[in-house]
């Protein structure tokens, strides 16, 4: 009878375990999915409002100074800007995700799109960070769409 109400107890354990890791990644994907067909679909609102805003790239957790309402103007600003530079998202395709210790993951997205009409590819690696989003990439445009607030928009 120990032996069953021990094996019972180990399959629920590994359920519970597996079940959590598979709510937060479908969240994550959920969230993912929402960031790209906003930029795509232009709906630039709905994109900021899943991003983890940030003043230092080093210290994300710690936010941002600005209001929301200041940080969501200045991440129009920074998609307008990015906008007059020919720069626009066209696709992309959650790849895989990554674990690093059990529980800690992010994903790892193909992004596609057009500067100056010519096409790009690339990928990007995206986790969650309080629900919001943080998005990095070797994309020289990244800053312009991700939750960045210290952008200065008159270089590049």
Request: one cysteine or more.
């Amino acid at each position: 009878m120990k032996k069953i109400l021990f094996i019972v107890s180990f399959a629920i354990s590994i359920f519970v375990l597996t079940g959590c890791n598979s709510l937060e990644e479908n969240k994550a994907e959920k969230t993912i999915n929402a960031y790209y067909n906003a930029l795509i679909k232009k709906d630039y609102a709905v994109a900021f409002n899943e991003l983890l805003l940030y003043d230092d790239a080093e210290t994300i957790s710690d936010g941002t100074k600005l209001s929301n309402d200041e940080a969501e103007r200045f991440f129009l600003e920074k998609i307008e800007y990015v906008e007059k530079q020919d720069y626009e998202l066209t696709d992309f395709e959650i790849l895989e995700v990554e674990y690093e210790d059990g529980h800690s993951f992010w994903h790892h997205v193909e992004v596609e799109g057009e500067i100056n009409g010519k096409s790009f590819s690339l990928k990007e690696v995206v986790f969650l960070d309080n629900g919001k989003l943080v998005v990095s990439s070797k994309d020289p445009y990244i800053d312009y769409r991700n939750g960045n607030m210290n952008v200065e928009l008159e270089k590049h």
